[in-house]
């Protein structure tokens, strides 16, 4: 109702994971971005089914993200989605899709209608191509006013006019400290191959070029730490 009081045309609702992939446990688990509906939805960078034999029942080679799928604003189908999240269901598809999402503290976005895991995480949230555009619709999905059907809704303070799009800064990343995981990428048998290793410092090389302080390497002790009995301890004392 926001988004058509804004003006937005609703196209379609997209496939997802039934019920946020909470409907079937092991040991036959809801496989994740899939619908009794539609079946798999695919993801637009890697559109192929996974060809092995052990998983070859139409799931797809390069996984979609979550339980909110993304990949129709990926495909230019439409400018923006709306995702729901209990603690990756936005964020995963946006990374999988190369799409910006935002998961809004709990209350910005009314939960009215939306099938909960855990009734004080789950929001929904904007799925979009750009900071800006994610930015519009967190506004415009927020509301007007509180909504009654959800207390939480009046709990938050909204910016002048729902405008959050008054927040972007070209000249963010200026001064930013930003660690680099380097002991983790290096990882002998699950780390970044040559490809992705490219892509990273492509990545990394921009950081700097905008004005970021990038801290390479930045791993924390107990990552790199060999004796086992030593994992998290570092951690625990925090």
Known sequence: ANLRAAGAIIIAKTAMTELA???????TPMPANYSALGGYTYNPYDPRRDPR??????RPA???????????TTANFWAANVGTETSGSILSPANQTMLVGIKPTV????????????????????????????????GV????VPDPNDPATGRCTSPPGRDYTIFLN?????????????AFFDRPTAGLNDEQRKVMDDAI?????????VI???DIPSTVDPDPADVGAEDDAI
């Not at 992939?21 to 040991?27: C, F, I, L, Q, S």
């Not at 070209?170 to 380097?182: M, T």
């Not at 090389?205 to 302080?213: D, H, I, N, S, T």
């Open 21 to 27: 992939n909470w409907v079937a446990g092991p040991p």
């Open 141 to 144: 999905l927020e509301g007007r």
């Open 216 to 218: 390479d390497p930045a």
């Open 53 to 58: 034999d052990a998983t070859f029942d139409g």
């Open 62 to 72: 390069l996984t979609t993200g979550g339980s909110s799928s993304g990949v129709g």
């Open 107 to 138: 209350g910005r976005i009314s939960r009215h209608g939306v099938i909960p895991i855990t009734g004080d995480q789950d929001t929904p949230g904007p799925m979009a191509k750009s900071v800006t555009d994610a930015a519009i619709m967190l």
């Open 205 to 213: 090389a921009v950081l700097r070029q905008q004005g970021a302080v």
């Open 170 to 182: 070209r000249n963010g990343l200026k001064g930013a400290r930003i660690g680099i995981p380097r």
